[in-house]
């Protein structure tokens, strides 16, 4: 069982920049994938970036690539996902969750391979 705690939330006007951490339990955390996805009202979930359990692949979707990076820190169990160039459009609820399979480097898009999730954060970014 993992146990996800995100945190860094916040209102941002736009242009600005926010560090969201996500925190897990549990001694393996190098072995899972991590992802980060968002919720906008009246929107479904949607997939915004993840990184294999070594932190050496990472995928993101269109619309954030080349402003949100994400990163990991194994020794202290903690994904990150640093967001800069803030958009309105981005505003959402950020959820970080746990893919098992992070020894097999993948990085899915898929929420459905994810087995964990945190509570979530939210994200506003003001015009």
């Known amino acids: 069982q993992v146990q996800l705690v995100e945190s860094g939330g916040g209102l941002v006007q736009a242009g600005g920049s926010l560090r969201l951490s996500c925190t897990a339990s549990?001694?393996?955390?190098?072995?899972?994938?991590m992802g980060w996805f968002r919720q906008a009202p009246g929107k479904e979930r949607e997939f915004v970036t993840a990184i294999s359990g070594s932190g050496g692949r990472t995928r993101y979707v269109d619309s954030v690539r080349g402003r949100f990076t994400i990163s990991r820190d194994n020794t202290k169990n903690t994904v990150y996902l640093q967001m800069n160039s803030l958009k309105p459009e981005d505003t959402a609820v950020y959820y970080c969750a746990a893919d098992p399979r992070g020894f097999l480097n993948v990085v899915s898009s898929s929420g459905s391979n994810y087995d964990y999730w945190g509570q979530g954060t939210q994200v506003t970014v003001s015009s």
């Open positions: 549990g001694r393996t955390f190098s072995s899972y994938s």
